[in-house]
């Protein structure tokens, strides 16, 4: 077989018109600045409705509609481009850019279905609905749900397993046609292969996953665990706000790189700290939630009784799982009792005790995941507590709360049903802003190497195996980057049009 063209059969009428693109916007771009430049003097002004005043160009509005018609032009035919790669029956005919569309099929559809039925009940739908009004945030919910969707499809998009080695296609290009391989595999390597043999296109779908699993929940926590500490320390204030403000400046004022470099360190590991810091930063979202059914729903016993009480226990299983691989009989019948004979210190119990038995329930999570995800929450955490205890400090002051508190509320039901709703606004934007942050240091630690495996499909570890010959070899570090690239643009695009329809409340 011969390798694969990056256009396919749609090449030879498609790329000028995409050059030609290309070539517009550059020359209206630079056009547009320079007759600003010479025409601003010239340049009438106008009286706005809000009596403000700005200046009318006429030159520079085609040159700006022209950018603009380039770029529309231009993403029309990667659609096309995609399409034909959907729509033709060869590979041949389809290239490479058709492929790698064709193989984001189910990404399309369902992207699809979500903006129809998005735009189609944006009215019902809060300030997720009111997103649809904003172009900029259409634009990054969309970049955000494609990798959200790629991670979730992952298998189904994946041309070859992200760890499976074809020796033979070593740094191949591009297109390059498998051989070597099991007679059922995809038949090229649609990004080519990195220098261990193994598929770039599938090793960075693969990565979609190994980065979302991390980020979004490690800043959720990060945030239950940020709320949790700065609802009281705003609203009580006094020295429990000193003390938690305090140990949240020295966090901060800790490098963050050396703190990962500590917390992978053997003697640390084998010290248990990891499950320590684990087991105390997990437990504040199962005490957030209990607080939170209990304040609100207090005056409904059956509630409490048969919603929050079973919901925080089997939360509580899931943490000793998760974190303490906690089995209740096994772990009475043999490792307690196995400790009170054999005398061993408790970090090495703990840590003996977790690698020996699976949960009841529970996440077997691998210890240098757990190292990584702990670090993040602790890192992000103290960043979190401020931004709310600072929101606490000026809302506090409101009608609404001492309407609140003259009803007789108690103060939990005030910061978590009073405060913490009109705080919603920033912390969204925040939120998403820091799963962008997460995602940067997610890449950071993968390209230092630090607390993921190094056969790992995450981005950051094949960046970093890739740069080593970027010079020669640039195909296999520049997928993975432009997957980061792309979804914390998205990230923050998103954060933007959340902000902008937040302050329209």
């Known amino acids: 077989m011969d ?75 990667i659609v096309i481009y995609i399409l034909g790669g959907i729509l033709q ?4 005919a389809k290239g ?29 739908l809060g300030l997720y609905g009111k ?59 649609l990004l080519g292969g990195d220098a261990l043999g193994r598929d770039v296109f599938s090793r960075m ?63 640390i590991i084998e010290a248990g700290v990891p499950i320590y810091m684990a087991a105390v930063l997990f437990v504040l979202p199962i005490g957030f939630l209990w607080v939170l059914l209990y304040s609100r729903f207090r005056a409904q016993p059956h509630i409490i009784k048969w919603v929050a009480i079973p919901l925080v226990l089997l ?44 949960p009841l329930i529970g996440i077997n999570i691998d210890g240098n995941l757990l190292i990584v995800f702990v670090s993040v929450v602790f890192v992000n955490s103290p960043t979190v507590y401020r931004i709310v205890r600072g929101l606490v400090l000026d809302i506090k002051t409101r009608d609404y709360v001492a309407a609140a508190q003259t009803r007789g509320e108690g103060p939990w039901y005030i910061m978590l049903w009073e405060i913490l709703p009109n705080a919603r606004g920033p912390l969204i934007v925040d939120f998403c802003l820091r799963i962008g942050y997460t995602t940067i240091l997610l890449g950071t630690l993968g390209f230092f190497g630090l ?13 970093n195996e890739g740069r080593r010959l970027l010079t020669v070899y640039p195909h296999p570090p520049l997928p993975p980057a432009l997957a980061l690239l792309t979804m914390v643009l998205g990230l923050n695009l998103l954060a933007d049009g959340l902000r902008e329809e937040s302050l329209k409340d």
């Open 3 to 77: 390798p694969l063209t990056w256009s396919g059969s749609l090449g030879p009428f498609l790329n000028p018109l995409m050059l030609g693109c290309v070539l517009v916007f550059v020359a209206a771009f630079i056009l547009n600045i320079v007759m600003s430049l010479i025409g601003m003097r010239q340049a009438e002004p106008i009286v706005n409705a809000d009596h403000t005043i700005s200046y009318r160009l006429g030159a520079p509005d085609y040159m700006l509609l022209a950018m603009k018609w380039a770029v529309f032009v231009f993403l029309g035919a």
């Open 315 to 358: 939360l509580t299983l899931f943490y000793l799982g998760t974190v303490f691989r906690f089995d209740p009989i096994v772990w009475l019948a043999t490792s307690f009792i196995g400790y009170l004979n054999q005398g061993n210190p408790v970090g090495e119990w703990m840590q003996t005790t977790r690698d020996s038995y699976e």
């Open 451 to 463: 607390g993921v495996d190094p056969e790992s499909p995450n981005w950051g570890s094949t960046i």
């Open 96 to 124: 490479i850019i058709g492929g790698v569309g064709a193989q984001f099929l189910p990404v399309w559809i369902s992207l699809i279905v979500i903006y129809a039925l998005s735009i189609r009940f944006k009215r019902r």
């Open 131 to 189: 997103l649809f009004d904003n172009l900029i945030g259409m634009i990054g919910f969309g970049l955000v749900m494609f990798w959200v969707l790629t991670a979730i499809f992952a298998p189904m998009i994946a041309t070859h397993g992200p760890i499976d080695v074809i020796s033979g296609l070593r740094n191949d290009p591009p297109g390059t046609p498998v051989s070597g391989g099991p007679e059922d595999a995809f038949p090229y390597y």
């Open 89 to 92: 029956p060869s590979m041949e």
């Open 205 to 267: 779908v693969a990565g979609a996953r190994e980065v979302l699993t991390i980020a979004p929940l490690a800043t959720l926590f990060a945030f239950m665990v940020g709320i949790t500490l700065g609802l009281p320390a705003g609203y009580l204030g006094s020295r429990l706000d000193t003390f938690i403000t305090f140990i949240a400046n020295m966090v901060l004022a800790f490098p963050v790189i050396l703190l990962f470099y500590l917390l992978v360190t053997p003697e």
